[in-house]
């Protein structure tokens, strides 16, 4: 018979639990010695929520502010009445009678919620599971009687056979009944295994949040670039902005400490926006056409270059590009204005980043914004406009000009006229670069035929004529072409290449119908963007450097080192001049180690040339007469050193000039590009690390705080270096 049987018809225990609590009580009974009948206290709920990855759910706690908001609407709520709690710096809300949490600005999936007390872990586990709230609940009840009574060693039995001992405060195990131990261990040594048992989240360990600041200072929208994922783990663009608000959070705790502390400052809400599953939906049925012509072999890989590199194609394509610019400015509307509703008191600023292909989607977006004084465009009309000089005045004064009206009258010049300008046109009147811009936009857009808007054959950059253009021996333009060739050229252009309008600011973009957003945005911020490349792709040269976003005045466009896509957007709009990247300071306000060595050698081979030169100057013929006390030796090392001095101050006075040059005004003046640092492990292999370094930027705390010391430098706040 097994010493795990109990005679007189007391309760049969499995061997498992004998042996087990046996062992257990001998080494409990000396911590019996020590504690003595303590008072029972009801144990204090904390609330988690279930994320599900992989079909591997794992308990994350809420931050204590939002649990005991939970918690006070649990017991204050009305039993058949639904109530609704906003968490999560109010992106969630959670259902509380039907537990569970269902996201605000984007869709997915609703999550379960538990108000949890008892925890349970095996040897095996990461971290401690919540017990469902009917088992805790009968677990506390156990608890209290034991407590209570100081009856320990008591047993608690669910329906599934598992059973509970409670051996004394500090040591609760739960073990499995024989007949399931097979299932609960895949090896004999693991079956004799129990599980610990705790009470309370301030007995497991487990990081509890901190809570988010209820103010908001600043919105920002998140555009992602190709594919649905945006790193190597295959995470979504919710993810990955996720992880840019928790280091923008840690980053306002750390170097905005003391304003925080003031109440002066709160924090940035990011918000993602998702354009990728609209072009890839059922509206569009794109997937199924391209998957018609896939072929069968090496299946993965063409599902990911489907899934992915193809959306590069599908913006340069007319009809998808207007679908991914209609879903993106759409998509940012209704975010705005649900943060709005949600938000009522917030009175901030909006700003938009754009990651990779994102980038360039804002970009062509921001371009083609109007400012308020700029009238919308009127639908094509059958009915022949007509113009006046009282229409030229109307308008001048509109655009804030009309101290150039009696330029343009002296010409006779009208809307209609001023639409078949060009700029070389104006200049010859002597009217400056900015205005004869806003004179040209309004006409061209305005008061050009439609005739003459969609008949034209598209030049280099910024340039237009008139198909049925002849010419002569005289110097007249001509396209070499009859009018039957014109037209079979233009109409063949339509289907055999994309159409690109190519604007007065030279910027050639795909010919669709741009919306417009519900706001200016203060400042764009690119991730990793190949704007450079598309606009020299384009046939543009140049940037001129007056050119202005219509509504955004500040733009930064920010980028890894190793990164294959990035490219610079300085050199576009200064090109006699060759500036450096700025670098970006690392968050915890130095440069990288590597880097400082890489600086330290070649500052130390510098030093050394310098000298070596100095000293293999060739003799002078008449030399001044030498100080008494004063050796040849001494003589050249104190030229040395003013060469080095001179060499020192030409140096900095170099830096100075380059910080000083003005790079355009779409960042007002100031600096675009600017350049993070590798860490030392890239250094090593730049291949080896190009495609994470395009994939950095949702994690970087750098780009992060760059984006941090833009916004709340605008709002006065400022910066603390944190103490090492």
């Known amino acids: 018979m097994n010493s795990g049987h109990v005679q007189g018809g007391k309760t049969q225990v499995s061997p498992v639990v004998d042996e087990v609590s046996n062992s257990s009580a001998s080494s409990s009974e000396m911590l019996d010695m020590d504690l003595g009948p303590a008072p029972y206290q009801e144990v204090q709920p904390h609330w988690f929520f279930c ?112 059973t509970v001992i409670f051996h004394n405060p500090k040591l609760i195990m739960q073990y499995k009944r024989i007949g399931l131990q097979d299932e609960w261990a895949s090896s004999p040594s693991e079956q004799t295994r129990p599980r610990t048992v705790k009470r309370g989240v301030d007995n497991i360990s487990v990081e509890i949040p901190d809570g988010e600041p209820e103010k908001v200072d600043h919105l920002v929208f998140m555009v992602h670039g190709i594919g649905p994922a945006c790193d190597l783990r295959l995470r979504s663009i919710i993810q990955g902005v996720n992880d840019f608000r928790s280091a923008s959070l840690s980053l306002l705790a750390s170097h905005y400490k003391q304003a925080q502390q003031d109440g002066q400052i709160g924090r940035v809400e990011f918000l993602p926006v998702n354009w990728h599953s609209s072009l890839h939906g059922d509206a569009t049925g794109v997937d199924e056409d391209i998957q018609r012509i896939t072929l069968p072999s090496i299946s993965k890989l063409r599902h990911f270059t489907n899934d992915t590199l193809l959306d590069l194609f599908f913006y340069n394509s007319p009809t998808y590009c207007q679908t991914i610019v209609d879903t993106v400015a759409s998509e940012i509307n209704r975010l705005h204005a649900l943060f709005h509703q949600r938000h009522p008191e917030f009175k901030g600023a909006v700003s938009v980043v754009g990651h990779s292909l994102g980038s360039l989607i804002l970009f062509d977006l921001l371009t083609n914004q109007r400012t308020d004084s700029e009238p919308r465009e009127e639908g094509p009309s059958d009915e022949p406009s007509h113009l006046s000089c009282d229409t030229l005045e109307q308008t001048l004064s509109s655009l804030g000009l009309q101290q150039y009206l009696d330029t343009l009258q002296a010409e006779n010049l009208d809307l209609e006229s001023l639409a078949l300008c060009q700029d070389s046109d104006l200049k010859d ?201 004063e050796t040849t030796v001494e003589r050249n090392l104190q030229e040395t050193q003013a060469v080095c001095d001179e060499a020192e101050s030409s140096g900095s006075a170099e830096e100075t000039q380059q910080t000083e040059i003005k790079v355009g005004m779409l960042n007002g003046g100031r600096r675009i590009d600017y350049v993070l640092q590798e860490k030392p492990i890239e250094s090593f292999n730049e291949y080896l690390f190009a495609i994470q370094s395009h994939l950095c930027y949702w994690g970087s705390e750098d780009t992060a705080l760059l984006l941090l010391k833009e916004i709340y430098d605008k709002l006065g706040v400022a910066f603390e270096q944190p103490q090492q």
Request: proline content about 7%; charged content about 25%.
């Open 429 to 629: 009147l002597g009217i400056p670069l900015g205005p004869r811009k806003k004179i040209l936009n309004y006409a061209k857009r305005n008061c050009l035929p439609e005739d003459c808007k969609t008949g034209a054959v598209h030049l280099a950059a910024g340039r237009q004529v008139p198909p049925q253009v002849n010419s002569d021996l005289h110097g007249n333009r001509s396209l070499g072409l009859t009018v039957q060739q014109t037209q079979f050229h233009s109409a063949q252009s339509i289907t055999s290449a994309v159409d690109y309008e190519y604007f007065d600011v030279g910027i050639g973009q795909v010919s669709i119908e741009y919306p417009q957003l519900a706001f200016h945005p203060q400042t764009f911020f690119a991730f990793g963007s190949p704007i450079g490349m598309f606009l020299t792709v384009r046939g543009l040269k140049r940037v001129d450097p007056n050119y202005t976003f219509p509504t955004c005045k500040s733009f930064y466009n920010i980028y890894h080192p190793f990164d294959p896509v990035a490219y610079r957007i300085e050199p576009m709009i200064v090109s006699d001049v060759d500036l450096e990247p700025m670098l970006i300071p690392h968050h915890k306000g130095r440069k990288r180690m590597h880097l400082e060595l890489k600086d330290l050698k070649n500052n130390v081979w510098g030093s050394l040339r310098t000298a070596w030169q100095a000293f293999s100057k060739p003799q002078v013929a008449a030399l001044p007469p030498v100080e008494e006390g």
């Open 51 to 162: 994320r599900r990855a992989d079909d591997n759910a794992s308990w994350l706690p809420f931050s204590r502010e939002d649990s005991d908001k939970l918690q006070n609407a649990c017991d204050t709520g009305e039993k058949k009445e639904e109530v609704v709690v906003a968490v999560d710096g109010e992106r969630y809300d959670v259902h509380v009678k039907e537990r569970r949490r269902y996201a605000v600005y984007w869709e997915q999936a609703p999550t379960e919620v538990r108000r949890c007390t008892w925890f349970y872990k095996g040897n095996k586990d990461a971290r401690f599971m919540p017990y469902p709230e009917d088992i805790s609940q009968s677990l506390e009840e156990a608890y209290m009687i034991t407590v209570t009574l100081d009856e320990w060693k008591r047993k608690l039995e669910f329906p599934t056979g598992e």
